[in-house]
């Protein structure tokens, strides 16, 4: 079975700084990975996603995410954020697609930003 | 396109009552998931369709909690009878089968309060 750890519940970063949210997956072949981003009292909002091809994949918003299959992660970056980036942040993992294919979360990361 | 719709937004109830929260997944797609969000569980599969069939339920917390999906377009997750330890947010989402590549769509949630 899949499973996904993002060990930052909480991360603080100043204004223009760059972020770094870390992912690590478990599964036996390479999955789908995805970066999803929530706003208080909103659903939740697909930033990218990773099914194959080029290893790097960006995102809207200015977010770009790499897969590293040697490490089974899958960080979220942003060179300079913004005070609206604050959020949580969660990633997931599927398994390559099928109709009986489903999507586990992680825990989260908590994005608050510094003026 | 509307959108996946959750109703109600908000539901505060006493322990011991029947609760119902509704789902409508966007038009065409054919999996609908239903999560729950605590801030001690993070966000958690409860159970998932496919073409109007159960798939896995496997986490489903107990018989207390049943889900049902009688067509494509709507979908129901029921508590009875409801305690405290259900409050949580609880969200749908759906997933069109003919792209292929896992994404979700969520709605903005329904946050329920047991007394």
């Known amino acids: 079975a899949q499973s996904v750890t993002q060990p930052d519940i909480h991360i603080t970063v100043s204004e223009g700084a760059s972020l770094e949210l870390r992912c690590n997956y478990s599964?036996?072949?390479?999955?789908?990975l995805f970066w999803y981003v929530q706003s208080p009292g909103q659903g939740l909002q697909l930033l990218l996603k990773?099914?194959?091809?080029?290893?790097l994949v960006q995102g809207i918003k200015g977010f770009e995410a790499e897969f590293k299959r040697s490490q089974s992660s899958f960080n979220l970056r942003k060179p300079s954020v913004h005070w609206s980036d604050a959020a949580e942040y969660f990633c997931a993992v599927g398994t390559p697609y099928s109709s009986a294919s489903k999507i586990i979360f992680g825990s989260g990361t908590r994005l608050s930003i510094r003026p | 396109d509307a959108g996946v719709i959750q109703s109600p937004r908000h539901e505060v109830t006493e322990m011991g009552q029947e609760v119902t929260l509704r789902c409508k997944p966007i038009?065409?797609?054919?999996?609908l998931f239903w999560y729950r969000q605590t801030m001690m569980r993070g966000l958690e599969l409860l159970i998932y369709?496919?073409?109007?069939?159960?798939?896995?339920d496997s986490g489903m917390p107990e018989d207390r909690f049943s889900a049902k999906m009688p067509n494509a377009s709507f979908s129901t997750l029921k508590i009875q009878p409801s305690e405290p330890r259900d409050s949580a947010v609880y969200f749908c989402?759906?997933?069109?089968?003919?792209?292929?590549?896992?994404?979700?769509?969520f709605g903005e949630g329904s946050r329920l309060t047991v007394l």
């Open positions: 369709f496919n073409n109007n069939v159960p798939i896995d």
């Open positions: 599964y036996g072949a390479t999955p789908y």
């Open positions: 990773y099914f194959s091809g080029d290893t």
């Open positions: 038009s065409g797609h054919n999996s």
């Open positions: 989402a759906s997933r069109p089968d003919s792209q292929n590549t896992g994404e979700l769509f």
